[in-house]
T-cell receptor
């Protein structure tokens, strides 16, 4: 069972570079989420999607973009990376909304911007 | 706005003993959900237990139980018969209830189980 798969697991970016964090799930979940976890803190929601073609902002969306062209994939795009974006990024999915059921998380992508 | 407070940065427990991890929350929503997630050193987030604000009984899942005291706005996690594999970060989280999308997380408690 693959569940939620994130790539890459680690990445170092230089200030101003761009990159895409990949996320794929094989559970046919409609809902997908991107969170970031800063050191010593809980997770904060960046963007979420309730289905293919539908995305919306979470608590901390600035500096990020997302797209959802298929049910399976939910990539997160960082444009013009900044040191403040150094964090661990988690992708998650759920069958119904997060308020009603557990969310399944990927193993995270540790991003460092230098 | 919702807020989760976990006041114990770190906890130690002897193997086979029970341990309680504290969580208090603040919300003005009448309907909400409360969750506990475990994050081992490998990094992934693992769902443990869920409690809905209108649930009459405290949630239980195997060795995990959620001590829900609505009037006190607390949702403590109780782990019975601790095992070495329970050593991890534990996060309390909440949502605005059915249909909501955003989980609000606390800062976490690091549990260490001593042999």
């Amino acid at each position: 069972n693959a569940g939620v798969t994130q790539t890459p697991k680690f990445r170092i970016l230089k200030i101003g570079q761009s990159m895409t964090l990949q996320c794929a799930q094989d559970m046919n979940h409609n809902y997908m989420y991107w969170y970031r976890q800063d050191p010593g803190m809980g997770l904060k929601l960046i963007y979420y999607s309730v289905g293919a073609g539908i995305t919306d902002k979470g608590e901390v969306p600035n500096g990020y973009n997302v797209s959802r062209s298929t049910t399976e994939d939910f990539p997160l795009r960082l444009e013009l990376a900044a040191p403040s974006q150094t964090s661990v990024y988690f992708c998650a999915s759920s069958y119904i909304s997060a308020g009603d059921t557990e969310a399944f998380f990927g193993q995270g992508t540790r991003l460092t911007v230098v | 706005a919702q807020k989760i407070t976990q006041t114990q940065p770190g906890m130690f427990v002897q193997e086979k003993e029970a341990v309680t991890l504290d969580c208090t929350y603040d919300t003005s929503d009448p309907s909400y959900g409360l969750f506990w997630y475990k994050q081992p050193s490998s990094g992934e987030m693992i769902f443990l237990i869920y409690q809905g604000s209108y649930d009459q009984q405290n949630a239980t899942e195997g060795r995990y139980s959620l001590n829900f005291q609505k009037a006190r706005k607390s949702a403590n996690l109780v782990i019975s018969a601790s095992q070495l594999g329970d050593s991890a970060m534990y996060f309390c989280a909440m949502t605005r209830g059915a249909g909501s999308y955003q989980l609000t997380f606390g800062k976490g408690t690091k549990l260490s189980v001593i042999p």
